[in-house]
Structures are given as structure tokens and as C-alpha cells.
């Protein structure tokens, strides 16, 4: 992950992160998120730059671990209905 700052005279300070973003084809791939942030200093929009990536590395785990319990939801689910 990288954070880039700058600062505007009418904007106040913005960030942006380069950070893996999923493809496609499902790989990832190291490209600027969309989210552009705003704050009033710059060290204030890193804070909430690295908050942001922080939190969707935490969105992402949360969504693997719920695609992972599905699959071994319906493998158990096709198991049961292959025994009857």
C-alpha cells in the first residue's frame, strides 16, 4: 500500500491510495483505489488514508471467510441430499 498526499489551497489536503484491488479474472492487481480523502492537513488525510485501507482489508477477510462457509454449506448440503 502507498499513500500519496497533496495539499490545495481550496481543497485543504487529499490522499490517495495505491493498494491490490481485485480484477476480473478474481487476481489482484496494484492500482489507485477510486476513494479519494479529504482532510484539513495531510497528516490527517494519511491517518484516514491508512484507516480506510485498514478497514477494507478487514471487509475483504469478512467476505473470503462468508464465501468459504458457504461452499461448506452447500458441500454439506449436496452430502445430505446425495444420502437420501
Known amino acids: ?13 487529499i490522499a490517495r491510495i495505491e ?3 481485485p480484477t476480473k479474472g ?3 492487481k496494484l492500482t489507485w ?6 482532510a484539513p492537513t495531510e497528516d490527517e488525510a494519511r491517518t484516514k488514508a491508512e484507516d480506510f485501507y485498514a478497514s477494507e482489508l478487514e471487509r475483504l ?5 462468508n464465501i ?5 454449506k452447500a458441500a454439506v448440503s ?3 441430499g446425495a444420502d437420501q
Do not use: C, L, W, Y
Open 1 to 13: 500500500m502507498r499513500v500519496v498526499t497533496f495539499t490545495s489551497a481550496a481543497d485543504g489536503a
Open 19 to 21: 493498494m491490490p484491488m
Open 26 to 28: 478474481g487476481k489482484m
Open 33 to 38: 483505489s477510486p476513494v479519494v480523502i479529504h
Open 61 to 65: 477477510s469478512t467476505k473470503e471467510q
Open 68 to 72: 468459504a462457509a458457504g461452499r461448506v
Open 78 to 80: 449436496r452430502a445430505n
